[in-house]
């Protein structure tokens, strides 16, 4: 309500106030000098108070009723108080009914936009994970029916375990990926999870099936070209090994050369293939991976990359195993040893942390005093081929596939890759696990 609108109100109380006291005035003389007329003063005021009470609660009985907000008051009787108290009510039943068809078109307008998009929209109570309410790509997506579905819970409509898992951990940061329609299972879905209010959530359904097509045959080109590398790649590899550099001392440096080439091909080969090794597979064979005899092995393995030339320090604190597939993590923990190696130079120091977690789960941490990362350049560290430096890893040996490795080996594990750098002052790569990936020694 506006100030001038406030000010038209009280001046509307105030003028209908003094018409009815002016009224009452007015109408109780009359009745007086009428009972003086007739000698019957006492019964005339009587009858006259009595007159004036029913009116009032006959206004009374009529305002009551236009209280009820179903009654639409229509037309305003007479002057006064209880026609003023009528103007207001019928202004405030105005105000609130333009008020509630704007909401209602708005609303209207909303469901409509939300129906017409391609992607599926759905809210689902947080506490008892039950569908709200779904549009029309919904429907299609995830083979919902209306008004059927409505109130059902979300995991009848999907049942595959991963959804409950990813509803039970409210992973919001992540999207749900690759998972087949219950409605056509050719049909491949990424569901994402918005929490816009306390007690909902938003679920988006996107249809991915494209994009999961794309990717895979990216996936294939790149594991095919690899195998196919392979085979010649060790021809060329045992021809080399076979020229002694002593028959031909003038050939010695490129024979050299070619070797170090070779081998690096050789590796970039493997961390492809490995690569793509992981990327196929949903679920790795797991067992328990000793810990202590791994920690010997990394040790070992960063001394014979180092040659003596830095200080290689192990701390098992966590005094405990990891459930999980141990070639894999083998690689994964071999590779920031070789990075935290490679990466120092002569007389540096790298130590080998593995310690509890405040939530009872475990992390093992390779801190190096190093070269460092810039900042700018850590968000895109574990993209493949990205490198700080291209020239610092090609001489170091590196492929500039290790961190991704890294990173989806920890993702099979339900881990994750937390890296802390300081240009000059070294880089501490830490792989956090989860508590059910902790087995006691
Ligand atoms: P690469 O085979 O080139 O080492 P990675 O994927 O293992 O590939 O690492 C990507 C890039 O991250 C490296 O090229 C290097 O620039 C940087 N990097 C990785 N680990 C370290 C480290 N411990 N210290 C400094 N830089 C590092």
Request: charged share 25%.
């Amino acid at each position: 309500m506006n100030s001038s609108d406030k000010l038209q109100r009280s001046l509307l109380m105030r003028l209908a106030w003094r018409q009815t006291l002016l009224r009452l005035l007015l109408f109780f003389t009359l009745a007086t000098a009428v009972g003086i007329a007739t000698r019957q003063l006492t019964l005339t005021l009587l009858i006259a108070t009595a007159l004036v009470a029913m009116r009032g609660y006959w206004r009374l009985y009529r305002v009551s009723r236009f209280l009820d907000w179903r009654t639409q008051l229509k037309t305003v009787h007479g002057q006064g108080l209880w026609a003023a108290l009528e103007t207001l009510i019928h202004r405030r039943q105005t105000e609130t009914r333009t008020r509630n068809q704007r909401l209602a078109r708005l609303l209207h307008a909303y469901r409509q936009a939300a129906s017409a998009m391609p992607d599926g929209a759905l809210i689902v109570s947080r506490r008892e994970r039950r569908i709200l309410w779904f549009n029309k790509s919904a429907r299609r997506l995830l083979g919902l029916q209306y008004p059927h579905s409505l109130n059902t819970k979300l995991l009848e409509a999907l049942t595959d375990p991963e959804v409950a898992l990813w509803l039970d951990q409210a992973r919001t940061d992540e999207p749900l990926a690759d998972l087949a329609s219950p409605a056509d299972s050719a049909v491949r879905l990424s569901l994402q999870l918005l929490p816009y209010s306390s007690e909902e959530w938003l679920v988006i359904v996107r249809d991915v099936t494209r994009l999961t097509r794309l990717e895979q045959v990216r996936r294939d080109f790149v594991a095919n070209v690899s195998h196919e590398l392979r085979t010649p790649l060790t021809v060329v590899h045992g021809y080399l090994d076979m020229m002694e550099p002593e028959e031909n001392p003038e050939w010695a440096p490129m024979v050299s050369e070619m070797r170090k080439q070779s081998q690096r091909m050789a590796q970039l080969v493997e961390d492809l293939l490995m690569l793509s090794r992981l990327e196929a597979q949903q679920q790795l064979s797991e067992e328990v991976v000793a810990m202590a005899p791994l920690l010997i092995t990394l040790r070992r393995e960063a001394e014979a990359l180092s040659q003596g030339r830095h200080r290689i320090v192990v701390d098992d604190s966590a005094q405990c195993d990891l459930f999980g597939a141990a070639k894999e993590l083998h690689s994964a923990f071999s590779n920031l040893v070789s990075n935290a190696v490679r990466y120092t130079p002569t007389d540096g120091r790298v130590t080998l942390r593995f310690i509890r977690n405040a939530d009872g789960g475990v992390t093992l941490a390779v801190q190096d005093s190093g070269y460092g990362i810039p900042q700018q350049h850590l968000p895109r560290i574990t993209e493949r081929f990205y490198r700080v430096s291209t020239s610092r890893s090609r001489e170091s040996g590196g492929t500039g596939l290790g961190l991704s490795i890294v990173k989806h080996v920890l993702s099979l594990h339900q881990g994750r890759l937390e890296i802390e750098s300081e240009v000059g002052r070294g880089s501490t790569f830490a792989c956090v696990f989860g508590p059910e990936r902790v087995r006691n020694r």
